[in-house]
């Protein structure tokens, strides 16, 4: 088998698609390199003495572990002197991370989940980074945070690596998905999957049921219909898995088919979700929509969600097509049959408050009447 290594692969897809320009090469090339140094942290473990919990919290409140930090920081430092950043992104960070100004600044900007599923660490289950390339804007000189305000479909690079048995890059610039794994003694990614495809017979679901009791009446009854296999209606028997790790559990499916669920619940309902927008939902809908998924917030398609701030949170439902669009559905119907009974509600207290109206109304004008005649004068012969 010929080896193809990742720089090898940018080069020709440039040729073949011309939508790799060499400053977005160097800095996927770049990224990759951070990976490999992360891989190196996470594969020693206690012996590198960065397990365990630290004694701070990213800006989401949750504790952050030793590998998360020193993750987040290996991607900063590799990413800062390269010249093709303007700014950078994290999920472990409140706000931007400009490029300082001894570094030249360039075109595009960068967002991260240095370490996704950090709650497995310590027990030597699959985790990963998670990334997003973003064009900066036209003009743009001073990086802010509204210049990351851009909706998902204008990524023009996503991806992950997955830190389990191998260590494999899963890539996409647009045109299809690709898997490198990388050769420890080499120290090279090497191409080994080429146009990944999500199969569209599903038979896999990933969820956690412990919140069961707390979803919303669509996922119960998606759920309840999985479950119940070819008895139910959807005619086929389904299994669960629950890694607890994004990074994990997509990756499985990507390759079984499926669906990914996180939806947001009833514990907190001024909240829409738990898992971030820019960080995951949106490079992770990017690699399953170019797989032949899909991938919603169970209301519209992710990639077409503006964002508002930083560290949104969305709902995710994502994976094989059929299982997303039904899913989705369930949703648009549950808001269909809300309206109509609102609208309901409000015919009837109109009716309601119509009547009271003509009945204040009638007893007025009785009473008018009544009191017209008592102060009548009489007229006797």
Known sequence: MQRISLTRFLVEEQRRHNTIPVELRLLIEVVARAQKSISHAVGKGALNEVLGVALTANVQGEMQKHLDILANDILLEANEWGGHLA????????????????????????????????????????????????????GMRTPSEQDFMQSGSKQVAAGY??????????????HGVNCFTLDREMGAWILTESNVQIPDNAEEFAINMSNARHWHPPVTRFVNEMLAGKTGSLGKDYNMRWVASMVADVHRLLHHGGIFMYPADARDPDRPGKLRLMYEANPMAMIIEQAGGACTDGKQRMLDIEPTSLHQRVAVFLGSRGEVELITQYHAQQTQDGLQTMLQDLSQDKIEHDFQDLLTSVTVQAATVVNRKKSAPSYRR
């Open 87 to 138: 700014a950078m992104a994290s999920e472990e960070m409140e706000s931007i991370h400009p490029i300082p100004n001894r570094y030249p600044q360039g075109e595009y900007l960068l967002l991260f989940d240095p370490l996704d599923g950090s709650s497995n660490i310590d027990v030597n289950v699959s985790i990963g980074t998670i990334f997003s390339v973003l064009k900066a804007p036209e």
């Open 161 to 174: 690596a997955i830190y389990g048995p191998q260590t494999m890059l899963v890539l996409t610039t647009g």
